[in-house]
């Protein structure tokens, strides 16, 4: 969200844009069902389990397959307070870049799992559509952290949108 205000703002800075795991608009977006809002706040609120993590950031076949890579990635990761994780659900009911989008001028890579729960594919749609000259690259079957899901997709995608710019 930050890197779309950026490149509508200051379309100087920006050369070539990436964007994932990404709305254009919590108020007209494609909302997260409501058992995965609540498993995202209990995960905010530290009650990381295996099967809550699997049911929020991986797919369930990514799971099944890993079974303890997510909470292991979890784990590795720093924890947060909790008025910085509200501070983040605040910025991001408040992110509104839909009627701006078609002010982005740089190349863009939209990137997305085809089975994000927590930011549902078609936000990533929209933000293709609305971005001029946007590719949408969907990793079938990969949840909201594809990068770790799909590792050698993620990189090989990047490498060729930035060296092609």
Known sequence: MIAQELAIRRPERVRTL???CTIASWRKGTAPSLGTKLDLLLLNLGCVTPARISRVLVSAEWHS???ESA???MRRAER???RFATAQVLAIARHHTLDRLA???APTLVMTGGADKLVPPANSEVLAR???GARLLVLPRAGHVFPLEREEETVRALREHFGAS
């Open 80 to 82: 947060t307070a909790l």
């Open 103 to 105: 002010q982005i001028r």
């Open 130 to 132: 609305s971005i001029p």
């Open 71 to 73: 909470l292991q990635w």
């Open 18 to 20: 990436a964007l994932g």
């Open 65 to 67: 397959a890993h079974p």
